[in-house]
Structures are given as structure tokens and as C-alpha cells.
């Protein structure tokens, strides 16, 4: 490991990193929601501060209106991307550390993956226990979504 000496300061790092920059901060709760927003963190060896970065970067589509289903309440959103995309898109409308996944595989032969997002701080342990039973034990030959077109 380098000796405080020869490390770079701050100043050197900000200055040579060709990235937009957030903002320093030595505030944990900031940390985590600029991580949970997308953005990157660096962290200095010898200081009790962070450089957050603006490297979010969208793939795909952005969140559309949904011209299928009809809603009279609440948001018109429609996630037409890969599961992965999606739930990207749902972790920047929800960036909590509570926003939890659990994953199965439905479907005898496509094996689709299904993911099952929770607040885990309200949700209760027992309910999402059966839930997730109840999804393994779907007896189906496939489940398609998006990517099996």
C-alpha cells in the first residue's frame, strides 16, 4: 500500500478524472443514494471523503406510457425492456435500500426468470414466503416475456 506522501490529493484526482462530478461529501446517507441512483463513488485512502460521480448512463428505451393497458389512476408507466433494464428503471424511481429482489425460474422448459421486488422493511417475511412457493411451484411448460420474442 502507498504511503499517505505519495498518494494524490483530492485536488489531483478531480482535476484529472474527465467526469462530470457530483459533489464531494463525507455523508454516508449521500453515498448511498447517489450509488443507488447509478452514479459512482470514489473514495480517498487518507481522508474521510468521497468524489460522487455523474456516470449514469440509460440503456435502452426510457419509461413510456403504456398504449395497451388503460389506467385511470396512478402512473402510466410500461416496461418493455429486459428484466435487468426494468429493474434499473424501477431502482431510479425507488432508490431505497429497503427496494429488495428475490428471483425464480418459472416454466418447465424456458426457465424465465421472475423477480419479485419488495420493500423489505414493509414487507412481511411470511407473505413473501408463500408468494415465492407459489411461483416455484407454477407447474407450466413456459412463462415469455420480453427477451423470448
Known amino acids: ?29 449521500e453515498m448511498v443514494n447517489a450509488i443507488l441512483k447509478g452514479n459512482t463513488m470514489l473514495v480517498h485512502n487518507f481522508t474521510n471523503c468521497a468524489i460522487l460521480y455523474n456516470t449514469v448512463a440509460s440503456r435502452g428505451r426510457t419509461i413510456s406510457t403504456s398504449e395497451i ?5 396512478g402512473p402510466q408507466y410500461a416496461f418493455v425492456e429486459s428484466l435487468e433494464q426494468n429493474l434499473q428503471l ?30 423489505k422493511n414493509i414487507s412481511q417475511p411470511h407473505y413473501l414466503s408463500i408468494l415465492l412457493e407459489r411461483l416455484q411451484a407454477l407447474n407450466i411448460e413456459g412463462l415469455y416475456d420480453n427477451q423470448s420474442r
Not at 498518494?7 to 459533489?23: E, F, G, R, Y
Not at 393497458?69 to 389512476?73: G, I, K, N
Not at 428471483?103 to 426468470?113: C, I, R, W
Open 69 to 73: 393497458e388503460s389506467q385511470v389512476l
Open 1 to 29: 500500500m502507498k504511503s499517505k506522501k505519495n498518494m494524490p490529493s483530492m485536488a489531483d484526482i478531480t482535476a484529472n478524472v474527465p467526469v462530470i462530478i457530483l459533489k464531494k461529501t463525507s455523508n454516508i446517507q
Open 90 to 119: 424501477i431502482t431510479r424511481l425507488i432508490p431505497d435500500v429497503n427496494l429488495t429482489t428475490d428471483n425464480v425460474q418459472v416454466g418447465k422448459y424456458t426457465k424465465t426468470d421472475v423477480t419479485l421486488l419488495h420493500m
